[in-house]
């Protein structure tokens, strides 16, 4: 039986529309996405084939070579155009587009540093404030200044203190013991924080200069004390050793502190900022252990002890001081230069160009040095080499990968910073992971500071490259001192500015040194060649190992069709780090109504006035426990899509189409997992570093601080901070 009303059939036209969308859609994923194709070409290599000949280039392993070069050449910040160059042809010659990008940032180069010791006004002692050559080691013989960048120009003379590792708690002791330090020099001892942070510590303390010493007690084991040779001769520290640096205040700003938060290109007029905030206004020089030693014996017997501020300074008691009858004079006077930064960028185009993984490192430093950074960029050369093999097969990487070699990392992460500052639109959008390296090998024991969605795939990695016989990364970073614990990003190299101001999934590779392991010459003229293949990593053994890890990380990264990003550890760390916090909360304040406190916040979730925080503390812990079963059935969702991605070569036409547009749709998620972390008005005080999880700790500098907001509220006792802060935290996991 027909129906009395024939019913309307769709217009002939409305189908030929939808045909024609689907189609171009088609067209667009193609283009932009396309794993396998729906129509035609067949992959010529299989993902297993692909990581094959990668390892199989690796095989061969010329990691000495390069590091060799590197470590013979001039490259300091804005010196090191030779270097660049040769890099850049290394990298087209492995079949890469390689260009040099350029950018200016604030330098400062060295004219003349001096320190002297002086008893009622006539010099009694001075240091030469350079390394001993010494025989077995030919860059000994490169004398190369004694600095520290950003170090203001001065001239001082005044009474001096020793102020231990010069952090917040150092120089509250030591005005709680009444130990002043206006007009004084301050004396920091390397260790615990980043050095600038020292400096603007010993500043705001009053100092008016500062001298900062390498102690051999934070050498741990390996040190003359207990018997072991010194460099050259064996693997304690030398005592001439000088450890240059960065005095700029990190925490505050990476990057050129003329341009926070932008970038400038050479010819631009853009305008400047004054620089005050981020660098020292007082005059700063660094001493090796042997030369500082006459100055702190002068203060033996004087000032107040600490307990805990001992070290292994022959013949000083590590009184405070300071001494009456003797004075310091730190002299400092550096040329201030806004130079061109240069970085390589190197472009190994992919299928789906939309979507990038970054693998980074940076080629500047105080002295022609073997590790840092330039066994990381050994590995990077490496890793280049071998794709570059895979290159020569005709092979294209899935999506688009690139590799950046910065400079002007050592005084402030210049080069990354501007890069990442100055695309920061299109890298939000494209980039799916950031690799960094740095200091890749000074020690045998594999370190990986990441973001927790990058944990997956980093065993996956780790599980198919040996350490060594018999034993593969992965097993020997579960049975290491870390215990296959990932320990989280602070900052102190380049991930900084694409975790902590883009929200870019990062991981910084590294072999690092333990305490029986040599004493790495970190920013001294021993940081040589003759050291890397004598104590750091004879052999170049792990340099080969961390670039094979490093290539099949960004294999595993960019050949997937979904990509290897995943989310279920994310809200385990997170309430790990939000456990120990409110943990932490003063008990008063749970019983303070959020609006009473938190009225002027944005976006508040909670409209009755009833509420307090104690219930947003239980409603955060809530969403987390959401959030946790939500990621795990999206990770459970991912690997079902993987897998129906390896049966793709039997679907349909439309099934392909179907399948792309779920797996587009997943890594679209993927990709913005991170970047719902981020906080566009950043941290109190420091506005650039805008992700809430992963900060630099504002006191320290290295080492890293999670959920910042919220911990340092905490510190301060800042109660309606805290609660903006939590509320933040709750709207951003409810947002994923
Ligand atoms: C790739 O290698 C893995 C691990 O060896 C193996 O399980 C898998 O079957 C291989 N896949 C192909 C397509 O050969
Ligand atoms: C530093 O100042 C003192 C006192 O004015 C002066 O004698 C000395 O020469 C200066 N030092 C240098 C290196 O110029
Ligand atoms: C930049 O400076 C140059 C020379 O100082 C000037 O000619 C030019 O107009 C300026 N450009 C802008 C955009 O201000
Ligand atoms: C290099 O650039 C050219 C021109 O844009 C492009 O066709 C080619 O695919 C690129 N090669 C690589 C390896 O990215
Ligand atoms: C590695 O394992 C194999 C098989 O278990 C064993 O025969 C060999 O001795 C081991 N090699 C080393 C260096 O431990
Ligand atoms: C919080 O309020 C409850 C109920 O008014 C009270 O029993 C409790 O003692 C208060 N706790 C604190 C720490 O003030």
Request: charged content about 20%; hydrophobic content about 35%.
């Amino acid at each position: 039986m027909g129906s009395p009303k024939p019913s309307r059939r769709p217009s002939w036209k409305l189908c030929l529309l939808t045909l024609v969308g689907l189609h171009l859609l088609g067209g667009w994923f193609l283009s932009s996405s396309s794993f396998g194709q729906l129509t035609d070409t067949p992959m010529t290599l299989d993902a297993n084939s692909t990581k094959s000949v990668y390892l199989g280039a690796l095989e061969t392993n010329l990691a000495a070579k390069w590091n060799k070069k590197y470590a013979e050449t001039e490259q300091l910040t804005g010196t090191n155009l030779k270097m660049v160059k040769w890099a850049r042809d290394q990298f087209e010659k492995f079949g890469f587009n390689a260009t040099i990008d350029e950018y200016m940032a604030l330098t400062s180069y060295p004219i003349k540093t001096s320190v002297s010791l002086q008893k009622e006004g006539t010099t009694v002692y001075e240091p030469s404030l350079a390394e001993d050559e010494v025989e077995k080691d030919p860059a000994s013989k490169h004398h190369v200044a004694a600095f520290l960048g950003y170090s203001a120009n001065g001239n001082v003379t005044a009474d001096y203190v020793y102020c231990h590792y010069g952090s917040v708690e150092d120089f509250a002791l030591l005005k709680k013991a009444g130990v002043d330090l206006t007009g004084k020099i301050a004396i920091l001892r390397y260790g615990g924080i980043f050095r600038g942070l020292k400096v603007r510590h010993a500043q705001l303390a009053g100092a008016i200069g500062a001298l900062i010493y390498s102690d051999p007690k934070d050498d741990g084991e390996m040190i003359v004390q207990n018997g072991y040779k010194a460099f050259p001769d064996g693997p304690a520290r030398n005592p001439s050793a000088i450890q240059r640096g960065s005095s700029q205040f990190l925490s505050l700003l990476p990057g050129d502190p003329l341009s926070p938060g932008y970038a400038r290109k050479p010819g631009d007029n853009s305008t400047t900022q004054d620089p005050s905030q981020y660098i020292p206004s007082i005059p700063v020089v660094p001493v090796s252990s042997k030369e500082i030693t006459p100055i702190l014996k002068k203060l033996s017997g004087h000032g107040t002890k600490f307990a805990k501020w001992d070290g292994l300074i022959d013949g000083f008691d590590y009184s405070t001081g300071p001494n009456p009858k003797y004075t310091v004079n730190v002299f400092n006077h550096q040329k201030f230069v806004d130079a061109v930064q240069h970085n390589i960028m190197a472009v190994l185009e992919g299928h789906n160009p939309h979507e990038v993984v970054l693998l980074g490192n940076h080629h500047d430093s105080w002295i022609p040095a073997a590790g840092d950074p330039h066994s990381g960029s050994t590995a990077v050369m490496e890793v280049a080499r071998a794709l570059g093999e895979l290159v020569k097969l005709g092979w294209k990487p899935q999506r688009t990968i690139v590799i950046g070699s910065w400079d002007g990392e050592e005084y402030g992460l210049l080069g990354s910073t501007e890069f990442g500052e100055y695309f920061a639109k299109d890298l939000k959008k494209k980039v799916v992971a950031y690799l960094n390296t740095d200091v890749a090998v000074n020690g045998p024991m594999l370190q990986l500071p990441t973001t927790p969605l990058l944990y997956s795939v980093l065993r996956k990695a780790a599980s198919q490259v040996d350490y060594k016989t018999n034993q593969t990364v992965l097993e020997h970073f579960e049975t290491g001192d870390n215990k296959g614990e990932f320990s989280a990003l602070g900052s102190g190299s380049d991930f900084t500015v694409f975790l902590e101001h883009l929200g870019i999934p990062s991981v910084d590779f590294s072999f690092g040194a333990t305490s029986t392991s040599a004493v790495y010459p970190y920013h001294s003229t021993y940081d040589s060649y003759y050291w890397m293949k004598t104590f750091g990593d004879p052999g170049f053994h792990l340099h080969n190992v961390i670039a094979k890890f490093i290539g099949l990380t960004i294999l595993e990264l960019t050949e997937s069709p979904v990509i290897a990003l995943r989310t279920s550890e994310y809200p385990t760390k997170l309430a790990e780090y939000f456990n120990t916090i409110s943990a932490g909360i003063p008990p008063e304040w749970l019983n303070s109504t959020l609006l009473g406190e938190g009225a002027a916040v944005p976006g508040c979730a909670h409209a009755s006035a009833d509420l307090t925080l104690g219930d947003l503390v239980d409603s955060i812990n809530t969403k987390l426990t959401t959030l946790t079963e939500k990621s795990a059935e999206f990770d459970l969702s991912l690997a079902g899509l993987a897998e129906e991605n390896k049966h793709w070569d039997d679907l349909n036409y439309w099934q392909k189409l179907k399948l792309l547009i779920r797996t587009k749709r997943a890594n679209f998620r993927l990709i913005y997992y991170e970047r719902h972390f981020l906080n566009d008005e950043g941290l109190k005080g420091r506005s650039w570093f805008k992700h809430i999880v992963y900060a630099s700790g504002r006191y320290t500098g290295y080492a890293g601080q999670q959920l910042p907001a919220l911990t340092e509220a905490l510190e301060d006792l800042k109660k309606s901070e805290f609660i903006s802060a939590a509320l933040y935290f709750e709207k951003v996991l409810i947002s994923l």
